[in-house]
Every structure is written in C-alpha cells, then in structure tokens.
C-alpha cells in the first residue's frame, strides 16, 4: 500500500508534467536565444559600421531588445528551479498540494511586462527603417502618426510595471489579471503596436506603389525587383509575420479560445513551446530587418 493520498499522487503528476514541459521548452529557449545572440553580433557590425545617428540608435534599441531577452530567459531558468525547490524538496511543514499551489506566486508578470517592452522597442525599429523612406520635405509629417502611436504605446507599457509591482509586492498571484485594468493595459500594449505596425507598413507600401509607379515605365516587366523594392519588402514582409504574432496573443486572450488551449495536453503544450519562443522571435525580427536589408539604395542624411 502506498503511504501516499490520492492528492499527493495527483501534485506529483503535475509537478512531472510541468517539469517535463519546462525543460523542453528551455531547450528551445536556449536555441532561440543563441539564434537571436549571433543576429545582434550580424546586426551590430552592420549599423556600427555606418556610424550615423540612425544606425547606432537602432543598434541600441536592438541592444536593450537583448539585455530584455537575458532577463526574461534568467525569469524562466529561476522560476523553472523555485518550483522545484518549493515543492519536492522543501522542508516546510505546508501539504505537498499547499507548496505546490504556492508556484502560482511566482513572479510570472515579471516576464509579460519585459514581453511589452520588447514589443515596444521593436516598433522604434520598425519606424525607424520607415522613416528611411519619408525623411525628406514635408513627408516627414507622415511619420507623426505612428510616432504618437509609439510613444503612447510606451506609456501604457510603463503603467504595467506598476501593475506588476504591486503583484509581486503583496506576494499575489502574478498574471496581470487582478485588478482587470492591469490585464486590459497589457492587452492595449498589443493593440497598439498592431496599429504602429499596420500604419508603417501602409505608409512602406503607398511608397512601394509610387516609386513603382515612377521607375515603371524605364523598367520592362519582366525586369526583376530593383534594391529599393527589395528593402521596402524587407519591411513589409517581416512585418506581416510580426503583425501575426502580436495578434495571435490578442486572440487566445479570448475566454473561449483560451478555455479551448486546454482541452488537450499537447495542445497546451504545444502552445507553451510557442509562448517561450515569442520573446526572442520579436527581438530576432528587428535584428533580421537589418541585416537583411543592409544595403539600401538611399538613407537619410
């Protein structure tokens, strides 16, 4: 007979399960971030070696993208070992379902709000390759839109930081879901930067169809993609998936659709591998929208 309750049993298959899941997604972690450490090192010997203003503050902001990313990875190694630590090998005098319960005080939040400003640092990348494209004249009063849209995103950004450390303050459980303004601020981060997306990629898009438009009847149709054209679609392109990305964590906030994320242990699962790869998916864009187009065919002065 085992001296075990059947609670016991029922904690230790969760706590296998978690740790099983942790450590694969770890693993990608790790394979990630090693991805988005050589994409910095590529990005950085390109805009360094131009030496403008525009280059070494886009390096920066792909710098402080990293340095965010480490956090959040040193978040997870450290929240994936307190699980452990408080559960099968503490010594308090708690049940082992009581300390297990006590792994939902870890500081989760901690992540989403480092999330956030990742997303709003990848949109100062992606206005600063727009604005590439409407710097001369009065063009450059096109860019204010989005840059209202960027600071404002910013702000909301910082007002989840003070969700997060009043959560972790008071030892509560850390998802920005309590009170609800934290967790509607954490969603209007995402709502933000789609429309700073979707903007600059518009704008990108109308000056594709233009300078088209004008070279047209110099090029024959079968001629390929001129530099510019192929910059420009380095912009949009990635821009598409990265615009993907931000609504799908809009979409499965949806109650019915998260509810369904965990009908099934691999769908659950599955979603969990992708959530660890997010973060360092929006820093590894940015740093690929440089490298990729490192050769423009015009830069502002």
Known sequence: MSSL????????????????????????????????????????????????????TMFGVILIMFLLDTAACILDMNNAI???????????????????????????SVTNSLFAYMVCFGDVIIVCRTYIFWCYGKERLMMILPTLTLISTFAVAGVTSFCVEREVSENAPT?????????????????????????????????MWVYRREIGQYLSVSEKKTRTEKVMLIIVE?????????????????????????????????????????????????????????KPAYAPS
Request: charged letters at 15%; hydrophobic letters at 45%.
């Open 82 to 108: 307190r699980e452990i630590t408080l559960t099968l090998t503490a010594t308090s005098p708690l049940s082992l379902s009581d300390r297990y319960e006590s792994i939902f005080n870890l500081p989760y």
């Open 5 to 56: 309750s059947q609670d016991d049993i029922d904690t230790l298959a969760s706590i296998g399960h978690d740790t099983t899941q942790v450590i694969v997604c770890l693993i990608v972690e790790a394979i990630m971030y090693t991805l988005f450490f050589v994409s910095l090192v590529m990005a950085g010997r390109i805009l360094l070696r131009k030496r403008s203003k525009l280059s070494i």
């Open 175 to 207: 998802n920005l879901v309590n009170p609800p303004v934290c967790h509607d601020l954490q969603q209007a981060v995402y709502s933000m930067t789609l429309v700073t997306t979707g903007i600059t990629s518009a704008l990108t898009c109308y000056k």
């Open 238 to 294: 990635p821009g598409v998936f990265y615009f993907l990305i931000l609504l799908e964590f809009i979409i499965r906030d949806i109650p019915k659709v998260s509810n369904a994320e965990y009908t099934k242990y691999t769908l659950a699962f599955t979603d969990l591998i992708w959530t660890y790869m997010t973060t360092h998916l929006l820093g590894i864009y940015p740093a690929l929208m440089v490298i990729l187009g490192s």
